[in-house]
């Protein structure tokens, strides 16, 4: 139950139990205790269910400060990170690769996957390969960062790994 709906049906019980108490006195002084009485079990009724009400209030406040807090967290993260990826842009390399690149030093160039999917920031590093690769050391994602270059060599030593026939 919403707090605000709890507190209008609290009021109403609260007001229901002091016109009974009321009627209780007057049936004390017309000198008529057995009506007094039940007017009484009634009250002792509505009391019962406004302390209900209050129970339920609370549990309602309570909740909704525990959800307050979290939105807060939620918030402060989630400008800390903006703040974070303030420092990054995202760029297209030689090798027309995209991806992000740190505008302070040291100079590097960050996973656009890991940024994107993951709120992480993890320098790309260069595989030294005449392709030009870089990689990902969080999701091992590669990208073509450089140019390819043909030094003698180089492209044997990379193309070995394939086997045909
Ligand atoms: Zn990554």
């Not at 002091?18 to 205790?33: C, H, Q, R, V, Y």
């Not at 039940?38 to 609370?58: F, M, R, W, Y």
């Not at 842009?89 to 996973?111: N, S």
Request: glycine residues 8%; aromatic residues 8%; charged residues 25%.
């Amino acid at each position: 139950m919403e707090p605000v709906t709890a507190i209008t049906t609290g009021l109403a019980v609260a007001k229901g139990a002091t016109s009974l108490f009321k009627e209780i006195k007057d049936l004390f002084a017309m000198g008529n205790p057995e009506e007094a009485l039940g007017a009484i079990n009634q009250a002792e009724e509505k009391v019962s269910d406004l302390l209900g009400t209050l129970i339920t209030v609370q549990e309602s406040v309570l909740s909704i400060q525990e959800e307050n807090r979290q939105l807060k967290e939620n918030l402060s993260q989630k400008d800390a990170w903006e703040e974070r990826l303030l420092k990054y842009k995202m760029v297209e390399t030689e090798g027309k690769g995209i991806v992000y690149q740190h505008l302070d030093t040291p100079f590097y160039y960050a996973c656009p996957v890991c940024i994107e999917n993951k709120y992480e920031i993890h320098p790309l590093q260069d595989q030294k390969v005449f392709t030009g690769v870089y990689l990902c050391p969080a999701c091992n994602a590669k990208y073509n960062l450089k140019p390819k270059t043909t030094s003698p060599g180089g492209r044997k030593m990379v193309s070995s790994g394939l086997k045909r026939g």
